[in-house]
């Protein structure tokens, strides 16, 4: 049931016209996959029935979410621009840097806005950088949630760079 739910939810997601971003120019590019989701779509979700722990740990992560964005590339043109985008908005939003993973095939960062408290997060962005042609992913996620409930969410919906906030998460709570 829970893989029938999350196929409705891409395939609804990726056509979702939401309030104007910087992003929103990457939705409908050829050569970008975008995965879009409003906070109608996860109020829809967080009514779904609950089972198990798990699925209430989701549910309650969802109830917290307002936005979603993920643009995928693998065009080196189209990354650049991603790239160009984001940096610019990482400066005027005024986002701290919270990791950066320097790999042999790729550089990813993750960026937050602070919530209410310390833990909280009220807007996140990952920036993979798949260089020599690898995937480029950019994601943009609204609420009010923490890293920890965010690898849940990665997790439950197989989205790209679940592993590096994992590893995000656990790096934030090892400085506290």
């Known amino acids: 049931m829970k893989k029938i739910i999350l196929s409705v939810l891409f395939a609804l997601s990726v056509n979702t016209i939401l309030a104007q971003s910087v992003f929103d120019k990457f939705d409908g590019q050829e050569g970008i996959t975008a995965v879009v989701v409003n906070k109608k779509m996860f109020s829809l979700l967080s009514k779904m029935e609950v089972k198990d722990k798990e699925s209430e740990q989701y549910v309650s992560l969802i109830r917290k979410l307002e936005n979603l964005k993920v643009y995928v590339t693998q065009s080196s043109k189209k990354a650049s621009d991603m790239k160009l985008v984001s940096d610019n908005y990482i400066k005027s939003a005024m986002l701290d840097e919270l990791i950066k993973i320097n790999e042999k095939d790729r550089v990813v960062k993750v960026y937050v806005k602070s919530g209410s408290t310390e833990d909280q997060i009220k807007e996140m962005l990952m920036f993979i950088d798949g260089q020599e042609n690898k995937e480029t992913v950019l994601m943009s996620l609204t609420g009010d ?22 590893k995000a998460a656990k790096t934030n709570k090892g400085s506290k």
Do not use: V, Y
């Not at 949630?145 to 994992?166: H, V």
């Open 145 to 166: 949630f923490n890293l920890d409930e965010l690898s849940i969410l990665t997790d439950k919906m197989k989205l790209p760079g679940g592993a590096d906030l994992k």
